[in-house]
Structures are given as C-alpha cells and as structure tokens.
C-alpha cells in the first residue's frame, strides 16, 4: 500500500471505533416500547420499585492488603440508627447544688413525686439497746461531683468525677430495690462536696445535713475529717466508703470506715500466710526506705497473736538493695518453704526488680517452694512481668474483688447497662453494696445501728463485711474494760492468688 492510502485507512479506523464507543454511552433502549432509560430507571422494577444496589463481593482487606471475595455478602437492608434526646425529667442532669431524690414507698405503702425532703420523721419505737426507731431516715450523700468543673461545653466528664457518678448511680439501684421492701422510708439528699473543705462547712451547715441520721461520703480524707468531726456526739453516722485512713478522728463512734486500714491489710495478709501456705520460714521485705521497716511493726505483733506467744523469736526482717547488680534471695530459699512479705506500694520498681530475681532463683522448682505476699497496688502495676507472678506464687489484699462469674454480679451488670447505658466500674458496685446494707441497718436498729454491726455480717457483691470496734485504751487506764470505741471499721480483706494469668479470691 502507498503512504497516502496508508493514511487513509488509518483515519478510517479511527473514526468506526469512535463511532462505536459513542454507542456505549448512549441510554439504553427498551426494545418493546422504545423508551430510552436512565441510570435512575434501571434501578427499578417491572412495577417500579427501587431494586437494591449491586453489591460487590470483592473488598479490600487493611490487615493484609490484598483484595478478598466474600462468599456470603450481605443484602439485606442495612438498620437505620435514629437519636432521640432523653427528656431531663427522666435523667435528670446534676446541678450545681446539691437536691432531693425520691426514695422508697412510706409505711403506709403510698409513692408519690412529691419532695420527700420535707417528709416528716417520727419516732416509732425503741429497740433493746436504746436505739430510736423512725418512720423514715434522712440520708445524705456528700460525694466530689465537681460540677464547677464542668461547664457543659466539654466532650467527657472530668475523670475525678467517675468515681462519685460510678457511686452513686449503684446506690440509685439500691435505693430502687429498696423501694419495695424497705421497712421505712428514706429522704435522700444529694451534696456536690466539690473536692474542698470550703464547700465541706457550707454543707454542714445546712440544714438538711444537721437533720440527717446517716452521711454517706466523701473522698479526700480532710473532707472524711472533716464530716466525721461534724457527727461526733449527735446522733448521725458518717459511712465513710473509701478512705483507709487509720487517722481520721479519734474516739468517735459515730464513724464507720467501710475500707479496711493499712494495717488491717497487712494483718490479713500474715494470717492468711501463717495458716495456708505451711512455710517454715516468713520473711519480711523492705527496700532501703526507712518508712517501709516501721509497717513492719504490724505484722510482728500480728505474729504474736498467732503464735500466742508474746515472747516468740520475730520473724525475720530483711532489707533489701535492688540496686545492687549482685543481689540474690538463694540464701533465703532453705526448707520446705519460704514466704516473703513485701508490704511496698509506692515503688514498682523495686516489688518488679523483686519479683525478677526470686523467679530467677526458683525457676528450677517452678516456684513450688515459695509465696509473695504484696498490697492491693500490686493490681495495677504494668511493668511487672506476668511470669513474675505466676512463678512467685504472689497473693495480694484488696478491699474490692467484684467476681464476674458471680450471677448476683452479672445481673448488677445487665441492669445497670440498661439504666446508664455504661458498664458499672468497681465503684458502683461498692455505692450498691454500702447503701443497701445501711439503709437496712438503720431501719431494722434504728438511729444507733452502729452498734448492731458486728453481730450482723454479711457477704456482698465487692467484698465481705465484717464489722468491729476498733478500741483505744486512754493513757493512765489500768485495764482493757476501760477503753473507749474509737470507730468502727470492716475488718475482712480479701486475698487474691495470681493464678492461670488472673487474680482469683482464695479467702
């Protein structure tokens, strides 16, 4: 062929497959009537209904990159989320000041909205002891909301406030249960402590607080102090839910410490060591810190008690120097078993430092021939190796143990979710467990229920309660029957075994 012809034919073929293509993008045409059809008409049926989109079963996969075919795609119509806003006479928002909150039914079986604040309080008997029955029992919670802190524009609550939410939306759902079978009535106040002793006076100076039988709060412990220093002599309780503070006001028998001391802790924990673990050594373990040797003095007449022996040899006491490169536990690994008491809370790294080294000298016994016993901080600890654990045999106290297996637990979790739409933090199983278990006490003993503690133990969802007095004999008494109540404190602690990469109660 020329090169003129060439050329000819070349154009030629370009402009048939132009031609052709345009054809591609033409609408389609119903052979039958004629009718060209959009991209919006072919999505329809015979009878016009909307036909879903194709979907593909071909998609891509982050994790590997890689495009993969899905046999089963979905096609059924995806669900629609619609928001409704919940009105604030169902949830009411917490305000800045403290209000009331409607309780269980009164005697007479009737249930109202009114504010029952107001409700009078009448004495309706009188129990052996010399407790006054009432018809109802004003209770306060005094609890750091910190609703100063919140201005409404924040996306989250401050996180020092979920604490006091956790609390008391447990004791929400006991005060509903309670509704039913109280055998009284309770006109409930809610104070926002707001973390200081400024906002403390006002509240106790308030008259709903001077009219209450029971304060259930707060946090910090000047603010405890500072609430328990307000009941003492009248007839109020303070149920201080949180701090373990063995120094929050003396000779008051109107305060009840739900959290057990530090030197309760350290006493259970030599308890449950001198009579399970059968060693035929206990040492105790301090780091170089002066202020750790002087908790030692706890467990030494804790061993004394066990014994009783007053006069028995101490248990061995052992500082060590876990900056030391040369540093070894070998020497203290004789007999049939050892168990070492470390009561630090305040240096992870050193308890890690520990750990490491005893599970290096007893790797070879897979630590059959050895227990730790440590504090609650243990719990939360993240840089400690879980091997570590496991191969010492740690135990550790702890005044909460919420078990998830437990169904009165799994229950508490179900209505609680579908009451907050949240799941409950170990808080509000403990504001659930405190206000059920007083409340009750003091309509069944009456405004001195304090005193009715002991004799009525019970086993709840976060821990046991195991009330005592604890005694202070005052300086010059000659003998014990002179001593005075100081407070009331639970002294159950629960032990918890790290075992299988969990720790499980064993108490």
């Not at 109802?136 to 910190?146: A, C, E, I, R, S």
């Not at 061993?303 to 006491?317: C, D, F, M, S």
């Not at 008494?477 to 005075?484: C, G, H, K, L, V």
């Given at each position: 062929m020329s090169g003129n012809k060439l050329s000819i034919f070349v154009v030629l073929a370009l402009l048939l497959v132009f031609v052709s293509s345009c054809e591609l993008f033409k609408p389609a045409v119903d052979p039958g009537t004629g009718r060209t059809t959009s991209t919006d008409d072919s999505r329809r049926g015979q009878d016009g209904e909307d036909l879903d989109p194709v979907q593909s079963r071909r998609v891509y996969d982050p994790v590997t990159g890689?495009?993969?075919?899905?046999?089963?795609?979905?096609?059924?119509?995806?669900?629609?989320?619609?928001?409704?806003?919940?009105?604030?006479?169902?949830?009411?928002?917490?305000?800045?000041?403290?209000?009331?909150?409607?309780?269980?039914?009164?005697?007479?079986?009737?249930n109202t909205n009114e504010n029952l604040g107001t409700r009078p309080v009448t004495q309706v008997g009188t129990t052996p002891e010399g407790s006054r029955l009432l018809s109802g029992y004003n209770v306060d919670?005094?609890?750091?909301?910190?609703?100063?802190?919140?201005l409404g524009s924040e996306d989250k609550v401050d996180a020092n406030s979920l604490?006091?939410?956790?609390?008391?939306?447990?004791?929400?759902?006991?005060l509903d249960d309670m509704r039913n079978n109280a055998k009284a009535s309770y006109n409930v106040n809610v104070q926002d402590s707001r973390a200081n002793e400024a906002k403390?006076?006002?509240?106790?100076?308030?008259?709903?607080?001077?009219?209450?039988?029971?304060?259930?709060?707060?946090?910090?412990?000047?603010?405890?102090?500072?609430?328990?220093?307000?009941?003492?002599?009248?007839?109020?309780?303070?149920?201080?839910?949180?701090?373990?503070?063995?120094?929050?006001?003396?000779?008051?028998?109107?305060?009840?410490?739900?959290?057990?001391?530090?030197?309760t802790h350290?006493?259970?924990?030599?308890?449950?060591?001198?009579?399970?673990?059968?060693?035929d050594r206990i040492v105790l373990v301090t780091g170089m810190d002066p202020n750790q040797k002087a908790r030692l003095g706890y467990l030494q007449d804790e061993y004394k008690i066990l014994t009783g022996n007053a006069q028995v040899e101490p248990l061995e006491e052992v500082q060590v120097d876990m900056n030391d490169a040369n540093t070894s536990l070998e020497d203290y690994m004789t007999g049939r078993k050892?168990?070492?008491?470390?009561?630090?809370?305040?240096?992870?790294?050193?308890?890690?430092?520990f750990l490491r080294v005893l599970y290096s000298d007893t790797r070879e016994d897979f630590g059959q021939n050895v227990a730790v016993y440590?504090?609650?901080?243990?719990?939360?600890?993240?840089?400690?190796?879980?091997?570590?654990?496991?191969?010492?045999?740690?135990?550790?106290?702890?005044?909460?143990?919420?078990?998830?297996?437990?169904?009165a637990v799994r229950e508490f979790r179900r209505r609680f979710f579908e009451r907050y739409a949240a799941l409950p933090e170990d808080e509000?199983?403990?504001?659930?467990?405190?206000?059920?278990?007083?409340?009750?006490?003091?309509?069944?003993?009456?405004?001195?229920?304090?005193?009715?503690?002991?004799?009525?133990?019970?086993?709840l969802m976060h821990t046991r309660f195991r009330f005592q007095p604890v005694a202070i004999v005052p300086s010059g008494a000659t003998n014990f029957e002179q001593a005075a109540v100081d407070r009331f404190e639970n002294k159950f602690v629960n032990i918890l075994r790290f075992q299988n990469y969990a720790f499980k109660r064993v108490n």
């Amino acid at each position: 062929m020329s090169g003129n012809k060439l050329s000819i034919f070349v154009v030629l073929a370009l402009l048939l497959v132009f031609v052709s293509s345009c054809e591609l993008f033409k609408p389609a045409v119903d052979p039958g009537t004629g009718r060209t059809t959009s991209t919006d008409d072919s999505r329809r049926g015979q009878d016009g209904e909307d036909l879903d989109p194709v979907q593909s079963r071909r998609v891509y996969d982050p994790v590997t990159g890689t495009f993969v075919y899905i046999a089963n795609a979905p096609t059924d119509k995806m669900d629609t989320l619609r928001w409704t806003t919940v009105s604030e006479n169902r949830n009411p928002p917490i305000v800045e000041e403290g209000g009331n909150d409607y309780q269980p039914t009164d005697p007479n079986g009737t249930n109202t909205n009114e504010n029952l604040g107001t409700r009078p309080v009448t004495q309706v008997g009188t129990t052996p002891e010399g407790s006054r029955l009432l018809s109802g029992y004003n209770v306060d919670f005094v609890l750091p909301f910190l609703t100063d802190r919140y201005l409404g524009s924040e996306d989250k609550v401050d996180a020092n406030s979920l604490w006091s939410l956790h609390f008391y939306s447990g004791a929400k759902l006991a005060l509903d249960d309670m509704r039913n079978n109280a055998k009284a009535s309770y006109n409930v106040n809610v104070q926002d402590s707001r973390a200081n002793e400024a906002k403390i006076r006002t509240i106790t100076a308030s008259p709903e607080f001077t009219q209450s039988q029971i304060v259930i709060g707060a946090y910090l412990k000047s603010n405890v102090s500072a609430l328990a220093e307000t009941v003492r002599g009248k007839e109020t309780v303070l149920i201080s839910p949180y701090s373990a503070s063995g120094s929050i006001s003396q000779n008051n028998p109107n305060y009840v410490q739900v959290n057990p001391t530090l030197e309760t802790h350290m006493r259970s924990l030599l308890q449950h060591a001198y009579k399970t673990q059968g060693a035929d050594r206990i040492v105790l373990v301090t780091g170089m810190d002066p202020n750790q040797k002087a908790r030692l003095g706890y467990l030494q007449d804790e061993y004394k008690i066990l014994t009783g022996n007053a006069q028995v040899e101490p248990l061995e006491e052992v500082q060590v120097d876990m900056n030391d490169a040369n540093t070894s536990l070998e020497d203290y690994m004789t007999g049939r078993k050892t168990v070492f008491i470390v009561p630090i809370y305040e240096d992870e790294s050193f308890v890690a430092n520990f750990l490491r080294v005893l599970y290096s000298d007893t790797r070879e016994d897979f630590g059959q021939n050895v227990a730790v016993y440590g504090l609650p901080q243990w719990v939360d600890f993240t840089r400690i190796n879980f091997d570590y654990y496991e191969g010492t045999n740690v135990h550790v106290s702890s005044s909460v143990f919420i078990d998830k297996l437990n169904p009165a637990v799994r229950e508490f979790r179900r209505r609680f979710f579908e009451r907050y739409a949240a799941l409950p933090e170990d808080e509000a199983y403990v504001g659930y467990d405190v206000t059920r278990y007083f409340l009750r006490m003091a309509a069944e003993h009456g405004t001195r229920f304090q005193y009715a503690l002991e004799a009525n133990p019970e086993d709840l969802m976060h821990t046991r309660f195991r009330f005592q007095p604890v005694a202070i004999v005052p300086s010059g008494a000659t003998n014990f029957e002179q001593a005075a109540v100081d407070r009331f404190e639970n002294k159950f602690v629960n032990i918890l075994r790290f075992q299988n990469y969990a720790f499980k109660r064993v108490n």
